[in-house]
């Protein structure tokens, strides 16, 4: 079975959904076999693998509400290797209608044991808060990636996920492990980023990725198109640090392995 990486910042605008995108592409590019759940109601990480939010007629929401198997609703996208289970508009009922579900925390991990196995990396998009949707990610991921802009405020925030790991770990899924924190949004021309680098550096002793994602026009301008940033541009800086990060990724998963 795959790992499942969940990509989690209660802080909005930090690149959660530009990481899942072009970090699942980047990976399917290096012959890993990926699937990306979109588990965020604005589905932009849907619309930013080509599929138009309007035109989905099952999402994550039928699965996970529904009980519809997710071997139906996975999609291709512009790369062989790389999957998706999309998500819609309904998924902002699902926080209201799981409330008296039991074990709801544990709905997503139970749905993907029936298809994680075909996958080589499932890659799990939270919404930018603490809710049923994101805690189900967190109970079902093996480890967590934190995207964290370079900007003044770039703890605030961090410390809530923290606590809340912590509380999934006690409660839920003690074998969950932070995989790294990425900084994105990096501009090394100023002080500013270079400070907030260091500080983070600090503060995640042992856990910062030596990969940074860069404030790149390219890179902001794909979604739009329904493309990962190595299919619309692989020469941009952008797709070079995607790649970057999956080859760090991969490598410290066969260090983990070996």
């Given at each position: 079975?795959?790992?499942?990486?969940?990509?989690?910042?209660?802080?909005?605008?930090?690149?959660?959904?530009?990481?899942?995108?072009?970090?699942?592409?980047?990976?399917?590019?290096?012959?890993?076999?990926?699937?990306?759940?979109?588990?965020?109601?604005?589905?932009?990480?849907?619309?930013?693998?080509?599929?138009?939010?309007?035109?989905?007629?099952k999402?994550?929401?039928?699965s996970?509400?529904?009980?519809?198997?997710?071997?139906?609703?996975?999609?291709?996208?512009?790369?062989?290797?790389?999957?998706?289970?999309p998500?819609?508009?309904?998924?902002?009922?699902?926080?209201?209608?799981?409330?008296?579900?039991?074990?709801?925390?544990?709905?997503l991990?139970?749905?993907?044991?029936?298809?994680?196995?075909?996958?080589?990396?499932?890659?799990?998009?939270?919404?930018?808060?603490?809710?049923?949707?994101?805690?189900?990610?967190?109970?079902?991921?093996?480890?967590?990636?934190?995207?964290?802009?370079?900007?003044?405020?770039?703890?605030?925030?961090?410390?809530?996920l923290?606590?809340?790991?912590?509380?999934?770990?006690?409660?839920?899924?003690?074998?969950?492990?932070?995989?790294?924190?990425?900084?994105?949004?990096?501009?090394?021309?100023?002080?500013?980023?270079?400070?907030?680098?260091a500080?983070?550096?600090?503060?995640?002793?042992g856990?910062?990725?030596?990969?940074?994602?860069?404030?790149?026009v390219?890179?902001?301008?794909?979604?739009?198109?329904?493309?990962p940033?190595?299919?619309?541009?692989?020469?941009?800086?952008?797709?070079?640090?995607?790649?970057?990060?999956?080859?760090?990724?991969?490598?410290?998963?066969?260090?983990?392995?070996?």
């Open positions: 079975m795959g790992k499942t990486i969940a990509i989690a910042n209660q802080k909005g605008g930090v690149g959660k959904t530009t990481t899942a995108i072009n970090l699942g592409a980047a990976l399917a590019a290096a012959d890993m076999k990926v699937l990306v759940v979109d588990m965020d109601a604005q589905a932009n990480c849907t619309s930013g693998l080509g599929t138009s939010k309007d035109c989905v007629q999402s994550i929401y039928h996970l509400v529904l009980d519809e198997p997710l071997k139906g609703i996975i999609l291709d996208t512009d790369l062989e290797n790389l999957k998706l289970i998500a819609d508009k309904n998924l902002t009922g699902a926080v209201v209608e799981l409330i008296e579900v039991p074990e709801r925390e544990f709905i991990k139970r749905l993907l044991c029936h298809v994680a196995g075909q996958f080589d990396f499932v890659i799990v998009d939270t919404p930018p808060s603490l809710n049923v949707l994101t805690l189900n990610a967190l109970v079902a991921a093996d480890s967590v990636l934190i995207p964290i802009q370079c900007e003044y405020f770039a703890l605030e925030g961090v410390t809530d923290l606590e809340t790991l912590n509380r999934v770990r006690s409660n839920y899924n003690p074998d969950l492990s932070i995989l790294g924190v990425v900084l994105t949004m990096f501009d090394e021309r100023t002080n500013l980023a270079n400070q907030v680098r500080d983070l550096k600090n503060f995640f002793s856990k910062m990725l030596n990969t940074v994602i860069p404030r790149n390219r890179l902001a301008e794909a979604p739009s198109f329904g493309k940033i190595i299919i619309y541009d692989i020469r941009s800086k952008g797709a070079e640090s995607y790649v970057n990060l999956a080859r760090e990724i991969l490598n410290h998963e066969k260090e983990s392995v070996g």
